[in-house]
Structures are given as C-alpha cells and as structure tokens.
C-alpha cells in the first residue's frame, strides 16, 4: 500500500500571490532575507497586503544557516507583535529561520500559533512542505535539526514572478 498526503495547501501557477488578497489577517509577521528586500522582490507580497489594509512587520536579519541568537531575536519580536499570520518570504535559510520562530515562540506561549504560510523565491530545497528545518549554534560549532509537525507550513505560495528574477547563485 502506499499513500501520500500533505498537510501544506499549495498554490501555485499564474497569480498565486493572489490568494495573500483572500486571506483574512489583522497582521503579518514577515520573516524575508536581505536581498529579498533590497531587490523589490517583496513588493510582491506587500503590495498585496496593502491593497486589503493588513499591517505587517518585516524582519530581514536571516543569514544562512540560521544562527540560535538571530532566532532569539525574532521569536521576541513575534511575540510582541502577536500577529494572525506568519510568513517567510525567501530561499531555506528565511524558511528554516521561521520555522525556528514560529516553534520557539510557541514553545514560550502556547497561544502564539499563528497560521505560517511560506513564500519561497527559490527552488529546490522543499522547505516550505516539510517538517524540518536546521539552526545553528556558531559558538559550538554546531547545527541543530529540528523535526516536528509544528514546523510544517498552513500554506505554501509558489510564485514563477519571485523564482524568475532571483540571481542564478
């Protein structure tokens, strides 16, 4: 027997960013990397939540291979928001770094468990359908996998318009 389920709704093809206009959020936690941001990318996003008045905050200190304190610094700032949806705008690492947060942040406070949706603006890694994702400890010399089902996305948002214009690297 064999089967095949996933918790992560998927949208994808021409427009799927539209589904941000359906959603029905009084605030948004964005987690984004750097370039991201600078490059404009992320006006795909926020221009779409302009258009239905959802405030949002967007944090873009992500690095690769998230280190712990970085993720400290965003489950606080998560927690004093306390938005209605979270989500990760960018390659594994921002991925990865939101699972982080969202799972800590939980952790700290149980009712923080705003629904997570995943944007990702590169190809490849899956990030945003599965269960896992991997912190790291610089001082130790050490990366952290963490597994749970928490970490696994509401929603998935696969974009041709983000994944097209992102740098070949």
């Given at each position: 027997m064999q089967e095949f389920s996933l918790k992560t709704t998927v949208f994808f093809g021409?427009?799927?960013?539209?589904?941000?206009?359906?959603?029905?959020?009084?605030?948004?936690?964005?987690?984004?990397?750097?370039?991201?941001?600078?490059?404009?990318?992320?006006?795909?996003?926020?221009?779409?939540?302009?258009?239905?008045?959802?405030?949002?905050?967007?944090?873009?200190?992500?690095?690769?291979?998230?280190?712990?304190?970085?993720?400290?610094v965003g489950v606080q700032k998560a927690l004093d928001l306390r938005p209605d949806c979270i989500m990760a705008v960018g390659g594994g690492s921002a991925i990865d770094f939101t699972k982080a947060v969202k799972m800590f942040a939980h952790r700290a406070d149980p009712t923080f468990d705003p629904p997570f949706v995943a944007i990702p603006t590169t190809s490849g890694t899956g990030s945003e359908v599965t269960s896992f994702a991997v912190i790291t400890d610089r001082e130790a010399g050490v990366k952290y996998p963490l597994v749970s089902d928490k970490l696994l996305p509401e929603v998935a948002i696969l974009s041709s318009e983000l994944v097209a214009s992102v740098p070949k690297n």
């Open positions: 021409e427009n799927a960013l539209d589904h941000l206009l359906e959603k029905d959020s009084k605030c948004a936690f964005i987690v984004a990397d750097p370039f991201t941001v600078k490059s404009g990318l992320i006006k795909n996003v926020t221009d779409r939540l302009d258009a239905t008045d959802v405030p949002y905050l967007i944090y873009d200190d992500v690095v690769p291979d998230p280190p712990m304190d970085k993720v400290i």
